[in-house]
């Protein structure tokens, strides 16, 4: 197991769930806006749950979301809106449900100014959390410290997804991740 940490209290289902994430996911620079749409609507739906609700509920939320298409998203209607809250295989919350779509409408704006949310996120690096938090809160909806952070975080743009000891680290270094190159 490559763990930064090992988890030795999880059941050994969970420990590879969270071993793919830690592997291939975590800390690694996304450059696909439907990707990192689907991080930010995943860290939002982790708000007061454990990160091993999420991702057992991943592909159940790349389903419910279409695939994160974050055009689609933004068109939901109330009946999507139904269907999503009477979904049992993801975060049946009316607030994340919402922020999904809001968000997702936002995405579009900063796509047409910026080109992709990719770029717009790549217009404000380097930043300190305090200001990447601001930032976020003012753009998005249901953004707070620990969702901006570990959105961050965990798709390159803040450091310390893996510890300078964890192989895992060298490979994201590889990557090119932003915190690592401004």
Excluded at 102 to 122: C, H, M, P, R
Excluded at 156 to 181: D, F, M, R
């Amino acid at each position: 197991m490559s763990y930064c940490k090992a988890i030795p209290s999880m059941k050994p289902h969970d420990q590879v769930l969270h071993l793919v994430y830690h592997d291939q996911h975590y800390g690694f620079p996304i450059q696909d806006d439907n990707e990192l749409f689907a991080r930010l609507v995943l860290e939002i739906n982790q708000a007061g749950l454990s990160w091993t609700t999420i991702l057992k509920k991943q592909s159940h939320f790349q389903r419910a979301y279409h695939q994160f298409d974050i055009p689609t998203v933004a068109a939901y209607k109330q009946k999507d809106i139904n269907r999503l809250l009477n979904d049992e295989g993801i975060i049946r919350n009316r607030l994340k449900i919402r922020a999904a779509i809001e968000n997702a409408q936002t995405i579009l704006l900063l796509q047409k100014e910026y080109g992709s949310f990719k770029n717009w996120i790549d217009a404000h690096h380097p930043l300190p959390k305090e200001s990447w938090v601001k930032l976020f809160k003012k753009t998005f909806y249901f953004t707070g410290g620990e969702i901006v952070n570990e959105f961050l975080m965990s798709t390159g743009y803040l450091p310390g997804a893996h510890e300078k000891n964890c192989p895992i680290y060298h490979k994201v270094l590889q990557q090119s991740p932003a915190w690592k190159t401004k």
